[in-house]
Antibody, heavy 119, light 108 residues
């Protein structure tokens, strides 16, 4: 069974940093591209970042470019999101999501971790 | 960036009725790159439809997708109680993804 479990969320002050993790199991993690998607409270979904299976290709939404860094450790079956210079508008539930092998869609999602940026 | 606009914002229907949800793109989208997701309160989104019209694994056949170019539709033929949720369309292009703002299907 595919499982994605996020952790690392919490309360942080504006300008602060946080590192999210996503532990994957139930599939060959090293074969799949992975993504972070966020959802502000009561709002819709926003794609944040994507990383290819071997970390060769990395993409970011304009809203986080230069502040967030996606990475992965295939030996540990883990995905990460380093978030720096956090702003109030970064407050959201952050989901990790697996990229389907054949189609550019997200076929499995974690349960999410809440990041709150507030003074 | 391609903007996806979903309508209506809220759809109030009764169980057993047919639901028709619209997703309009600001520019033409390849049908291969259009997907639909369902999200229930407190849960992660679930993939329903990919490639505009193909159902994901385990998705009942009352869900169907159609459309091309800039206009796409998700149809739920007969609403079951568990179908009341928020639905998002999504497109892929230029190494990024965008979502529509969502349509809430609520019980009338």
């Amino acid at each position: 069974e595919v499982q994605l479990v996020e952790s690392g969320g919490g309360l942080v002050k504006p300008g602060g940093s946080l590192r999210l993790s996503c532990a994957a199991s139930g599939f060959t993690f090293s074969s799949y591209s992975m993504n972070w998607v966020r959802q502000a409270p009561g709002k819709g979904l926003e794609w944040v970042s994507s990383i290819s299976s071997s970390s060769s290709y990395i993409y970011y939404a304009d809203s986080v470019k230069g502040r967030f860094t996606i990475s992965r450790d295939n030996a540990k079956n883990s995905l990460y999101l380093q978030m720096n210079s956090l702003r109030a508008e970064d407050t959201a539930v952050y989901y990790c999501a697996r990229d389907n092998e054949q189609w550019p869609v997200f076929d499995y999602w974690g349960q999410g971790t809440l990041v709150t940026v507030s003074s | 960036e391609i903007v996806l606009t979903q309508s209506p914002g809220t759809l109030s229907l009764s169980p057993g009725e047919r639901a028709t949800l619209s997703c309009r793109a600001s520019q033409s989208v390849s049908s291969s790159y259009l997907a639909w997701y369902q999200q229930k309160p407190g849960q992660a989104p679930r993939l329903l439809i990919y490639g505009a019209s193909s159902r994901a694994t385990g998705i009942p056949d009352r869900f169907s997708g159609s459309g091309s170019g800039t206009d796409f539709t998700l149809t739920i033929s007969r609403l079951e109680p568990e179908d009341f949720a928020v639905y998002y369309c999504q497109q892929y292009g230029s190494s990024s993804w965008t979502f529509g703002q969502g349509t809430k299907v609520e019980i009338k």
